[in-house]
């Protein structure tokens, strides 16, 4: 039997000398791992583990419905791994929001147009292409997902990636997230159009109020004027009247603005004409610099007072910054003909007055307060 220096000859297994033989190693265990993991963080001190806890909810307050929307869109962009997110919904530009988007980001071309295929044809498009973000990067990949189907809206929810593309499993939570917008939205305008009906069911009554009590023209249109621009969120509302001249003339506006005429002809301006003789109202855009609009404005409504046989003149209405919606229209061609029924109200009471000193009518009056002294003087 060999001996080898330095160490002790031992029996094997059998009793027989021999090699020792070593243990078999055991295979590491993943599961005990994390678990020793998390029997060293649960030991750890109160101030360490604070840092490995999830970060605390900043106290964010919304004022405005943007406000909201704000916040919305940045934890769902955050759940789902989006470096920016919106939604489009046709026909409510207002409706709108965005995260971490510039200005221009939405207008892409290739972005519209897969929007509008996007909500046509209820299917999930990926666009590879580089747009501008509000943190300065590009994007690389823009996943577009059509919005719930709803009689409000049709639209489309847009999110955007840099440096990776969109995979399969982003479909499902991009639906997901465009069910959650589409409720959202769904419910914000409704609570909008609420406050719109609001809002001018109370301009109405004031209009009623004013056109009630008052006896002077010039004053009632001024009071219509004001309560019109205050209440319906007008920058500026004039009121012109037609003349047996062929003339306007304004009488009422509110602010006062002397820059502006206060007598124009009806064929002066093309919106004047299509006003009075075609009977429709009439919106300007752009840079109004025209002689009769308020200053300083964008937006301009020209709304026909509309009265028998023909207009009684012209309600003007104008914004210098936010557009015209359609229910700010429809609003406007109501306040057209309730102004023109005041005016044609009052344009009625010196025919009353005339018919009044009639002689026949005097005589009538003159014999029924005969009557009525006769019958009190039998009681």
């Not at 809002?199 to 309560?227: C, G, I, P, W």
């Not at 609009?293 to 709304?303: A, D, Y």
């Not at 012209?314 to 309730?338: H, K, N, W």
């Amino acid at each position: 039997m060999l001996s080898v220096p330095g160490r002790r000859n031992e029996p094997g297994p059998l009793g027989c000398g021999g090699a020792m033989l070593r243990e078999p190693r055991t295979t590491k265990s993943f599961r005990d791992a994390g678990d020793r993991i998390v029997r060293q963080e649960s030991a750890v001190s109160p101030r360490v583990s604070g840092l490995l806890s999830a970060p605390a909810l900043a106290a964010r307050r919304a004022v405005t419905d943007a406000d909201a929307w704000d916040v919305r869109l940045a934890a769902l962009a955050t759940i789902a791994q989006y470096d920016g997110l919106t939604f489009v919904a046709r026909g409510h530009s207002e409706a709108s929001a965005a995260y971490n988007l510039a200005d221009d980001t939405v207008s892409d071309p290739a972005i519209r147009a897969a929007v509008d295929q996007a909500a046509r044809s209820a299917m999930t498009l990926q666009l590879r292409t580089s747009v501008p973000l509000a943190d300065g990067r590009v994007t690389s990949a823009v996943l577009v997902t059509p919005l719930a189907p709803s009689e409000t809206f049709v639209g489309a929810l847009v999110a955007f990636r840099v440096g990776r593309p969109f995979a399969a499993a982003d479909t499902y939570t991009a639906v997901g997230i465009a069910e959650i917008v589409s409720l959202e939205l769904a419910q914000s305008l409704t609570a909008r159009r609420e406050a719109t009906e609001r809002q001018q069911a109370f301009a109405l009554y004031e209009l009623a109020r004013h056109a009630l009590f008052s006896e002077d023209l010039d004053e009632t249109l001024q009071s219509v004027a004001m309560v019109v621009a205050t209440t319906l969120d007008h920058d500026a509302a004039h009121v012109w009247l037609r003349r047996s001249d062929r003339l306007l003339r304004r009488h009422a506006a509110y602010p006062h603005d002397p820059t502006a005429s206060a007598v124009e002809r009806e064929s002066d301006h093309s919106s004047i004409w299509g006003a009075l003789h075609e009977r429709r109202l009439v919106r300007l855009s752009g840079a109004v610099n025209v002689a009769w609009t308020p200053s300083n404005t964008s937006e301009v409504l020209v709304v026909p007072l509309r009265n028998e046989p023909r207009p009684a003149g012209i309600l003007v209405l104008a914004r210098s910054q936010t557009p015209y919606r359609l229910d700010d229209i429809e609003m406007a061609d109501v306040l057209g003909t309730f102004i023109g029924r005041v005016v044609a109200r009052a344009a009625r009471r010196p025919a009353e007055s005339t018919r009044s000193a009639d002689p026949a009518q005097s005589l009538t009056d003159l014999e029924r307060e005969e009557e009525l002294a006769e019958s009190r003087q039998a009681n």
